[in-house]
């Protein structure tokens, strides 16, 4: 938006520049026919006018300054966003470099307005999308931001990068419709989702990647580099420590500092990120007042080690944030690449060994619930038997699923004592023998082979051993091998690329509004896919027909309609054991900063983003010296 505040919507003919009129073919009719628009949202209509003067949960006088120090976990050698997750580990907040086209709504649903792009149009279909850039859009180095970069970075990306190449792989071309102006043609129509995907691209300085560094070596887009990025965005690059700590600085002439997409954000001077190989040390380091800011994922620390004299004396405060935004899924997932792991029935006999009650009793006080769906905390998680526009949906694909689907409700077993514990076992040894599994001499053997069934859980964090060492007993009563790895996260990552693992813990986040992320998590495609989410490696016709149906809903009731039946799919495979979840984010934090008194409904804390650096309050609390 250029600060004139004038509406971007505007009719096509008269917006578009010279050179896109004389694009050939119908996508020109369709480019000169279609609504400029300032935002956009997957369904209804986006909540801020055109020349909206800020986001209402910020607050657009907050004061720039102070620093903001943050944990982070792992290590880092990486500042290459197109190969994250490949080749190296990319530095936490190296997403602060770079502006994407558009930018997210923390009070709307799936909804995005104009950040790098002043404007947006695409046809009723759905089958393009084109971006207009603002004029004012500037590389730190000067330099404008253009068209010719956002193909370069779409280009690189889809080549490069499997994850996110995954996530544009419906976009099939991409070309310069005028002087500011990119267009993005799909691979077909009806996907509302794809204009907004797009509008989440990270944009990259072309002539920077073909450029050389200080020593005159030519720029790799495809490697791994520790050379700070030329970037667009609020901060850059200060200081780092390779693996060990990140400084990022505000850019004093951000060109998108008076944005009213920006007002109120993006306030800190530095935001720096320690990072930690574990939690414990990192939970020390916050105690230490080495950082400012600290959520707590442990029920058990969040119950014990909140007692020191900087909480008694509030300088410390313990705060609870709603989530609101999204759903989840944390699990024990299955490798079913592995043969072992390939039959639904012994997959629900370890629900069924998962005494989650007597778990969340003796190490969680009592703090968890379980887990009962793909989208717990939504409106689109499945409950009872499906109806309705659920169940016909759920008839299209009747003899690719459980029968289970259409006649029972989907519930986890449950334990908490003795007698309960004991069915459930029996009813595992059940499940296990159907599978063609029997005892002998205390060990759970395949029934053709003879050879005992193994289980090693492999997990990165030595405070998931914990839960893990819990469980384990139960399993090794039914005669299982069970064993627990712990290895540092580099090499929990390759081994994870590798498929080499038989169970993990793991989590997918879901968003109000799912859509083709769904295939990256369950899809066939992805399934074989080197660094995809689809952990389990699910291959089923049943999940990927579900899949498109919600890619490709008309309105919002057909989407939670057709997620819950996926969701209710995803269940009676029995591709997980649901752990637990909580529904809040539990926060510490060193009494320095303020925020907004309205918080954003879909934004929990909105930190650091909207929070600012408190002079008065940090005159209170000193930092140790």
Same mark, same amino acid.
């Given at each position: 938006m250029k600060l004139t505040r004038r509406s971007v919507i505007r009719s096509g003919a008269a917006a578009l520049a010279a050179p896109a009129l004389n694009a050939a073919g119908p996508l020109a009719a369709l480019a000169q026919t279609a609504e400029w628009k300032h935002g956009l949202s997957l369904f209804g209509d986006v909540r801020y006018a055109?020349?909206?003067?800020?986001?209402?949960?910020?607050?657009?006088?907050?004061?720039?300054?102070?620093?903001?120090?943050?944990?982070?976990?792992?290590?880092?050698?990486?500042?290459?966003?197109?190969?994250?997750?490949v080749k190296g580990s990319l530095a936490g907040g190296v997403n602060l470099i770079n502006d994407t086209l558009m930018t997210e709504s923390l009070d709307e649903v799936s909804t995005e307005y104009g950040l790098l792009a002043e404007s947006v149009s695409h046809p009723a279909d759905f089958s393009t999308v084109t971006y207009r850039l603002r004029a004012e859009a500037r590389w730190h180095d000067g330099r404008p931001v253009t068209p010719e970069d956002v193909i370069f970075s779409m280009?690189?990306?889809?080549?490069?990068?499997?994850? !996110?190449?995954?996530?544009?792989?419906? #976009?099939?071309?991409?070309?310069? #419709?005028?002087?500011?102006?990119?267009?993005?043609?799909?691979?077909?129509?009806?996907?509302?989702?794809?204009?907004?995907?797009?509008?989440?691209?990270?944009?990259?300085?072309?002539?920077?990647?073909?450029?050389?560094?200080?020593?005159?070596?030519?720029?790799?887009?495809?490697?791994?580099?520790?050379?700070?990025?030329?970037?667009?965005?609020?901060?850059? +690059?200060?200081?780092?420590?390779?693996?060990?700590? !990140?400084?990022?600085?505000?850019?004093?002439?951000?060109?998108?500092?008076?944005?009213?997409?920006?007002?109120?954000?993006?306030?800190?001077?530095?935001?720096?990120y320690e990072y930690f190989r574990d939690s414990i040390v990192a939970l020390e380091a916050f105690k230490a007042d080495t950082v400012d800011w600290r959520t707590e994922n442990s029920a058990k620390n969040w119950a014990t080690s909140y007692d020191f004299p900087a909480v008694k004396d509030k300088r410390v405060l313990l705060e609870e944030f709603p989530i609101r935004?999204?759903?989840?899924?944390?699990?024990?997932?299955?490798?079913?690449?592995?043969?072992?792991?390939?039959?639904?029935r012994l997959r629900r006999a370890f629900n069924f060994a998962f005494d989650f009650e007597d778990m969340n009793k003796q190490i969680f006080f009592g703090q968890y619930k379980r887990i009962g769906s793909y989208f717990e905390g939504t409106e689109l998680a499945s409950s009872g038997l499906p109806?309705?526009?659920?169940?016909?949906?759920?008839?299209?694909?009747?003899?690719? +699923?459980?029968?289970? #689907?259409?006649?029972?409700?989907?519930?986890?077993?449950?334990?908490?004592?003795?007698?309960?514990?004991?069915?459930?076992?029996?009813?595992?040894?059940?499940?296990?023998?159907?599978?063609?599994?029997? +005892?002998r001499d205390q060990k759970l053997v395949d029934a053709k082979s003879g050879e005992q069934l193994k289980a090693e859980f492999l997990v990165e964090d030595p405070a998931s051993e914990r839960f893990v060492l819990f469980y384990k007993p139960a399993l090794e009563r039914l005669g299982i091998a069970a064993s627990v790895r712990t290895v540092d996260s580099a090499q929990y990552e390759n081994r994870l690329r590798q498929w080499d693992f038989d169970i993990v813990v793991a989590a997918w986040g879901q968003s109000l509004s799912p859509g083709n992320e769904q295939r990256g998590f369950w899809g066939t495609a992805a399934a074989d896919q080197p660094g995809s989410r689809n952990l389990p490696g699910i291959?089923?016709?049943?999940?990927?027909?579900?899949?498109?149906?919600?890619?490709?809903?008309?309105?919002?009731?057909?989407?939670?309609?057709?997620?819950?039946?996926?969701?209710? +799919?995803?269940?009676?495979?029995?591709?997980?054991?649901?752990?637990?979840?909580?529904?809040? #984010?539990?926060?510490?934090?060193?009494d320095r900063f303020s925020r907004p008194e309205l918080l954003p409904k879909y934004g929990m804390s909105g930190w650091p983003a909207i929070w600012w650096w408190d002079a008065q309050k940090a005159a209170k609390v000193p930092p140790r010296s």
């Open positions: 055109p020349g909206f003067k800020n986001f209402e949960y910020v607050n657009p006088a907050a004061p720039k300054g102070g620093v903001a120090r943050q944990i982070a976990f792992g290590t880092f050698d990486n500042f290459n966003m197109v190969v994250s997750g280009d690189v990306i889809k080549k490069n990068s499997p994850q !996110l190449g995954a996530y544009y792989r419906h #976009v099939v071309k991409f070309e310069k #419709v005028g002087a500011r102006e990119v267009r993005f043609t799909f691979d077909g129509p009806g996907n509302r989702e794809l204009p907004q995907i797009v509008g989440q691209l990270p944009v990259l300085p072309k002539h920077w990647w073909e450029g050389t560094d200080k020593s005159g070596k030519k720029r790799d887009v495809t490697a791994t580099t520790l050379e700070p990025p030329l970037g667009c965005g609020p901060y850059r +690059v200060k200081d780092f420590t390779p693996g060990r700590s !990140l400084v990022l600085e505000r850019v004093k002439d951000y060109w998108g500092k008076d944005l009213n997409v920006n007002l109120g954000r993006n306030n800190f001077d530095e935001l720096r935004n999204s759903g989840v899924m944390q699990s024990f997932a299955f490798n079913t690449r592995r043969a072992k792991f390939s039959d639904r109806e309705g526009k659920e169940l016909e949906i759920l008839q299209t694909v009747r003899d690719k +699923v459980p029968p289970e #689907v259409f006649t029972t409700a989907y519930t986890n077993p449950v334990g908490g004592n003795p007698q309960a514990v004991l069915a459930n076992l029996r009813e595992a040894s059940r499940l296990l023998r159907e599978s063609g599994y029997e +005892v291959k089923n016709p049943a999940i990927d027909a579900l899949i498109d149906r919600v890619i490709f809903t008309k309105d919002r009731a057909d989407l939670v309609a057709a997620t819950k039946a996926l969701d209710r +799919v995803l269940l009676w495979n029995f591709y997980v054991v649901p752990q637990w979840t909580y529904g809040k #984010v539990r926060s510490a934090r060193w």
